[in-house]
């Protein structure tokens, strides 16, 4: 069983920065591919970014591409998303998940475990 609570969300201006971290609880976690996904008012929540077990492997949606970092710390059980130069666009809630497979899957419905969100909203 893994928790997942995210932190880090608020208010920031167009061009600006702001990290994420999702803090995880449980004694599998480390053996788990994570993601960042989104959801923007009357969208379907998509796929941000993935991370491997080991943190050695990512992948980055196309609209985040070259602005979004994503990292994990094992020893720490968290995981992170560095946003850079932030869009209107990328306003959404922000939400940690966990599957169960150890290398990264874009597919929502590959995740087991979810966190309750974090509020993202970028002001222009």
């Known amino acids: 069983q893994v928790q997942l609570v995210e932190s880090g969300g608020g208010l920031v201006q167009a061009g600006g920065s702001l990290r994420l971290s999702c803090a995880a609880s449980g004694p599998t976690f480390s053996r788990y591919a994570m993601a960042w996904f989104r959801q923007a008012p009357g969208k379907e929540r998509e796929f941000v970014a993935g991370?491997?077990?080991?943190?050695?492997?990512?992948s980055n949606a196309d609209a985040v591409k070259g602005r979004f970092t994503i990292s994990r710390d094992n020893a720490k059980n968290m995981m992170y998303l560095q946003m850079n130069n932030v869009k209107s666009e990328d306003t959404a809630v922000y939400y940690c998940a966990a599957t169960t497979r150890p290398t990264i899957v874009t597919a929502l419905y590959r995740y087991t475990y979810w966190g309750p969100g974090t509020q993202v909203t970028v002001s222009s």
């Open positions: 991370i491997n077990w080991s943190g050695d492997t990512t």
